[in-house]
């Protein structure tokens, strides 16, 4: 027993000594971020810190799992969000260096299936002109976030996305060119993704831990629960699955392998004395590339300035040291990683907090401490700018509250809002009713639908069961059409570019292919004939002379709406015997009779 004894003592006693950090530059940081945890209700946090070839600490602080308490260690998986995209980048550098790639080429010609909404995009952006957010797209995340779309119809639907700005002219951050960048990666190599940066990065590096999808993540046996601050408490997040995106932001990872992921970028693009990526990509990876935007010093921030993109990494004059740095943000999970190459330092901060403050104060701290400079209370920084966030919002909520038309009505009852609408680029929204309330599910969300005003409504989101917040609603607009049907729903899903337009699908019924026949024929209009044919198996068409062939969808019986025409329909009509006799066309300008031939 007393053998027994010693053992287990030696044991806690290593345990300590592990957690225990050794440079006297790092000594009360325990305390401070177990500070601000508390301060900003977060349950957990990993960090790593390291310099030169040393790694200075790799330690996790609070709870990975919050309701059971379990605590968060070194080696406890969080989701790393963008923090992914230097990792995708960095997998084209290996193809730059054996001549496959030239990233100032028209990225098409290596990747053809990648097309734009014009030939200007489609001829002129480059491999670099994605890598550092200049093609003139905005986000467009709407159209991916919660999609259950597969890698390839995810860059099929970029060629329906309109940019806010001519190309190389605005830095415009855009996961879906990092999307492209995972699959140019692909085309170029005929190995996945993941294969790559597992066979590339994280073997090489002994990133041991590290996964890119979320099923994996789960699997692990050590991995952390995502968490958001609501009202003064911790509530608990679903797990944002986003593996078809995967190269914009799945990589799930440690403090342990984060610090050699920050260290070989620390030394060069080398690790433990061997090239991991070479030295040229490396160069222009941590050098400006695109002006993000004026970065002047602010009066919270005077020795914080410049603000430029790199190649998948945020650039920027840090009290005085140049910061290489990029955040991740996923459902559950914020991120920070950054480097000062010249002075060979990395920190790593991941918590498990949604859209935290805490990775940047925690960060800036311990770059702080390690360079030497003056104590700054970034903790009340961050905080004081919560605070204006907070208000500002607060003051967005009132001046909509003066927009809105009290005492209003729909132009239509509430079930005929319900029905399915779709979008080319941005999917499919279902619209259902349940008691006279309305709900509408879009891409893995749902949303709550309240009147506005007239035709306007309040899509406002539900988290994950939870109350709706109204602070989070999009204003959409049902729009009629000339015969006085709902036809369409417009959403602000983008901002910078018009209203998402998702069109009303059509209800259709079953009609035989032997009632078809009877609509069959040619009948007479003033100096013309339209003719009525069946296409296909059950495809019924119209004719007129002049104008194409128009698709009749049948919506009841006897009633047609014309396919791509909105507002124009065909009636037949019919005798005592059930025999077509004529067909009324009804369109915005009147509607016309046509008698069948005999």
């Known amino acids: 027993m007393k053998k027994i004894f010693m053992i287990s003592l030696l044991v806690i006693l290593q345990q300590m000594l592990n957690a225990q950090t050794t440079d006297k530059r790092l000594a009360g940081i325990d305390t401070f971020i177990t500070r601000v945890l508390k301060e900003w209700n977060a349950a957990g946090v990993t960090v790593a810190v390291v310099e030169k070839n040393k790694i200075l600490m790799t330690k996790g602080f609070g709870y990975k799992d919050y309701e059971n308490k379990i605590p968060a260690t070194e080696n406890t998986l969080f989701a790393i969000g963008s923090c992914t995209k230097a990792f995708t980048s960095s997998l084209l550098s290996f193809a730059i260096k054996e001549g496959k790639l030239d990233i ?5 010609q290596y990747l053809p299936e990648l097309r734009f909404i014009n030939d200007e995009l489609n001829n002129n952006v ?41 190309l190389r002219q605005a830095w415009q951050y855009n996961n879906f060119m990092f999307l492209a960048q995972g699959v140019l990666a692909q085309k170029i190599y005929g190995k996945s993704w993941e294969e790559q940066i597992r066979e590339k990065l994280f073997t090489p590096l002994g990133m041991t831990s590290s996964n ?19 009202d003064g408490s911790i509530k608990k997040m679903k797990f944002a699955n986003i593996d078809a995106f995967a190269p ?17 970028w ?21 050098s400006s590339q695109m002006i993000i935007g004026a970065g002047l010093p602010s009066k919270e921030q005077p020795d914080v300035f410049f603000s430029n993109y790199g190649i998948a990494w945020f650039l920027a004059n840090y009290r005085g040291h140049y910061r290489v740095e990029h955040g991740g943000n996923i459902d559950g999970f914020s991120t920070s990683t950054s480097f000062f190459p010249s002075d060979s330092i990395g920190i790593f901060v991941s918590v498990n907090q949604n859209g935290s403050a805490v990775p940047g104060i925690i960060r800036n701290n311990i770059a702080d401490r390690l360079l030497g400079l003056k104590y700054k209370d970034w903790q009340h920084i961050q905080r004081s700018a919560y605070e204006k966030n907070i208000a500002a919002a607060k003051e967005l909520i009132k001046a909509d509250s003066t927009q809105r038309k009290l005492g209003t009505k729909p132009s239509h009852g509430i079930n005929d809002y319900t029905g399915t609408y779709t979008n080319e680029g941005y999917g499919t929204i279902l619209i259902e009713s349940n008691k006279d309330t309305l709900t509408a599910k879009f891409n893995g969300l749902t949303f709550k639908v309240k009147h506005y005003h007239y035709d306007y409504f309040n899509f406002i989101p539900v988290d994950d069961g939870m109350d709706a917040d109204e602070n989070d609603a999009m ?27 998702f069109k009303k699908k059509i209800e259709t019924i079953e009609v035989s292919k032997a009632d078809l026949e009877k609509y069959v024929g040619e009948y007479q209009l003033p100096g ?14 119209v004719l007129v002379p002049g104008q194409p062939d128009y698709e009749l ?22 005798d005592t015997n059930g025999e077509t006799t004529a067909l009324y066309f009804i369109q915005p300008n009147g509607t016309f009779k046509a008698t069948r031939k005999k």
């Open 104 to 108: 100032d080429k028209p990225v098409t």
């Open 528 to 541: 013309m004939l339209a003719k009525v044919y069946i296409k296909g198996e059950k495809t019924l068409m």
């Open 266 to 286: 620390i030394n060069g693009g080398k690790f433990n004395g061997k090239e991991i990526i070479p030295a040229t990509y490396y160069n222009q990876a941590i």
């Open 475 to 501: 204003k959409g607009l049902f729009s009629i059409n000339v015969k006085g049907d709902i036809e369409s729903l417009s959403l602000p899903m983008q901002a910078g570019v018009k209203d998402i337009v």
């Open 553 to 574: 969808l049948p919506i009841k019986k006897d009633l047609f709406n014309f396919k791509i025409l909105s507002g124009f329909s065909v009636r037949f009509e019919k």
């Open 126 to 166: 480059t491999t670099r002109d994605m890598m550092c957010h200049r093609t003139g797209l905005p986000r467009h995340d709407l159209a991916w976030y919660g999609a259950k779309s597969s890698r390839d119809s995810l860059l099929y639907i970029i060629r329906f996305f309109e940019p806010t700005a001519p």
């Open 248 to 264: 914009a932001g799945a990589i799930n990872s440690n403090a342990k392998d984060m610090a050699n992921w920050v260290m070989m």
């Open 212 to 230: 890119t999808s979320m099923i994996d993540y789960e699997k692990a046996d050590d991995y952390s629960f995502g968490y958001k601050e609501k």
